[in-house]
């Protein structure tokens, strides 16, 4: 989708007014969501950014005949200035943990009579209670069946249409009739009949399928519908290949067409007890329900399931993770000798991002980036989820540190790396800024930790060594990662804005992200990421314990580091996570790429 400028911004503006002010609408929401809460969404529903211009991955739009206003949280701060400057959309900012503050504002600002339309096809439902409640109190009307977007988008895109196809094995470890009886067991224990999955990423696993209608996630737009001996899939027409039809038909699994799910909730019959995730559907796809069925609200089996990886897909995410690692030094090789290259063409943050992803696209099973990559070289590494256009990137020449967060997605596993390395002469406080977030990165991966321990609280763990130099970083820690799934999912969030419920229970073979930062707008920014699983440390009188077992592989650059700064036991894994590094890369790798390899992992 092509990013409005101002003037186009505030056309849109005035459209969406225009309608308003014919509904009788005082107000208008605007999520940015579909109806399945994706992060990721299809251009369809990317009216949000449509309207604003802010291509953040979250944020809240509201505007009122007088006032238009975005709501995000940190990590966009610095992007959504840059790119809602002059377009008479103020920026609301966020704060750590409070990330309903509009629902506050909205309550505070609207009158008893007035109305507030939101699209409850793509509304939250967990939001949409907080609102109801809210508005109720001032006596202020809530319409969801408007779509208002489809009255002033001109040319809004239709529904993707990508092809859905099979997740094989051996990378699919678990067969879908297996997958289907665990969530049968489940949904027994929960006393409930019927089970309703809009989750993308729940469907894709629980099914074994994959797509493409979502940038970066291999996933595809669907709902399911799972009784206790049939399950029904409700996607588009021309989707699933009469083959793949036939051999889903044979495991009990019927498809029918996506727009089909609303009328299948609708007759439902009375006897039915539905487990619903109130977290993971919409407030539209909540009202397809009658009342007389019995609704049971509890997290989705497959979102627990999903996290836990089997032994086997740990060992297809180690060797994806081998070639992930062998691709980034080939990558860094050829960023090193471009640089040192006196008569070279200008190299700027876009060529990283189109450089690195060729390098993976050698690799074995690669089938795509798993988000968009984050080159910031400078004063743009400051800013959390940059990304360099074509219209607007920083050449990289001079003396600074470059940050580059990157992932694939492979048939073996998805990945997330971000690393930071010297451009030219650094200065001292590029290095003990780049130290004090090193240790922070150290001290959560070292981490022995009771099993069930809740993710949100090992959060301080990666902080205390910033938080004592009196400095912090305004995202989480650590996310959740699929396999060959989303790059981030649930349920467990190593973040302080992340509620410890029981639900976000550290278990063996989890994927989690460890990626301490630090940012000095206008300057640098540092951010350091490796992806863990956790597995077993062993029992004790006190219980089961896990650890980590660091699974990315690339070197960390020594150059930014101030030895001084580290303790000999920090020393000591930084050398032996090196060792591993130089080991398991090193038959991957020949010529250049492998003496990068030996220099970058020589011992500190």
Not at 118 to 142: C, E, F, M, N, P
Not at 349 to 358: K, M, S, Y
Request: charged letters at 20%.
């Amino acid at each position: 989708m092509h990013t409005p400028d101002p003037s186009q911004v505030a056309e849109r503006l005035a459209l969406l007014r225009a309608a308003m002010r014919q509904l009788n609408i005082d107000a208008l929401m605007i999520p940015s969501a579909d109806p399945h809460l994706s992060e990721y969404l299809p251009e369809r529903w990317q009216g949000r950014e449509w309207a604003t211009g802010f291509t953040g991955s979250v944020g809240t739009f509201i505007v009122t005949p007088e006032f238009a206003g975005l709501w995000t949280d940190a990590r966009y701060w610095t992007q959504a200035e840059q790119q809602l400057a002059e377009t008479g959309i103020q920026l609301m900012k966020l704060t750590s943990g409070a990330s309903v503050q509009y629902v506050d504002w909205l309550a505070g600002h609207l009158k008893s009579g007035q109305t507030l339309a939101v699209d409850g096809a793509v509304l939250g439902l967990a939001i949409a209670r907080l609102l109801q409640t809210a508005l109720d109190a001032k006596d202020v009307k809530l319409r969801t069946d408007l779509d208002l977007l489809q009255q002033v988008w001109q040319g809004r895109p239709a529904l993707p249409a990508a092809p859905v196809y099979e997740h094989l094995p051996p990378y699919a470890s678990k067969s879908r009739s297996g997958k289907l009886a665990d969530l049968r067991g489940a949904m027994q224990q929960a006393g409930a009949n019927r089970h309703l999955i809009s989750t993308l990423d729940d469907i894709a696993y629980l099914f074994n399928l994959r797509g493409a209608d979502v940038n970066f996630n291999p996933i595809f737009l669907s709902h399911a519908l799972v009784t206790p001996t049939r399950a029904t899939l409700y996607v588009a027409d021309g989707k699933i290949s009469p083959e793949l039809r036939s051999a889903l038909a044979d495991e009990g699994i019927e498809v029918a067409p996506y727009e089909s799910a609303a009328a299948a909730l609708a007759a439902l019959p009375a006897d039915s007890t539905l487990l619903l995730d109130p977290r993971r559907v919409t407030y539209g796809t909540r009202q397809w329900i009658p009342a007389k069925v019995k609704v049971v609200e509890a997290i989705n089996p497959t979102t627990l399931a999903k996290s836990r990886k089997s032994e086997q897909d740990a060992i297809h995410v180690r060797a994806t993770m081998e070639q992930d690692g062998a691709a980034l030094c080939e990558f860094f090789t050829w960023l090193e000798q471009t640089l040192s290259n006196p008569d070279r063409d200008p190299l700027t943050e876009v060529d990283i991002d189109r450089h690195l992803t060729a390098a993976r696209a050698r690799r074995p099973g690669f089938i795509s980036p798993s988000f968009a990559t984050i080159a910031g070289f400078g004063a743009n590494g400051a800013i959390m989820h940059y990304r360099a256009t074509e219209a607007r990137h920083a050449t990289i020449e001079g003396n600074g540190l470059l940050l580059i967060d990157s992932g694939g997605q492979y048939l073996g596993g998805t990945t997330d790396i971000t690393r930071v390395v010297a451009v030219g002469r650094i200065g001292d406080e590029h290095r003990r800024d780049f130290t004090l977030v090193l240790k922070g990165m150290i001290a959560l991966s070292a981490t022995r930790f009771p099993r069930g321990t809740k993710s949100p609280m090992l959060d301080a763990i990666a902080r205390a060594p910033l938080w004592a130099e009196g400095l912090d970083f305004g995202h989480g820690t650590g996310h959740g990662v699929g396999y060959f799934l989303n790059v981030h999912e649930g349920p467990q969030s190593i973040s302080p804005s992340a509620m410890p419920e029981p639900h976000t229970a550290m278990e063996p073979g989890m994927i989690t992200s460890i990626e301490p930062g630090l940012y000095r707008p206008g300057r640098w920014g540092i951010r350091i990421e490796n992806l863990v699983l956790n597995r077993a440390a062993g029992q004790t009188e006190f219980g089961e314990f896990l650890n980590f077992e660091t699974l990315t592989l690339c070197p960390i650059d020594t150059r930014c580091i101030e030895p001084t700064l580290l303790r000999d036991d920090e020393k000591r894994w930084l050398n032996d996570y090196h060792a591993t590094v130089r080991k398991r890369l090193s038959p991957l790798l020949s010529g250049d790429a492998l003496d990068w390899l030996t220099t970058r992992t020589e011992t500190l």
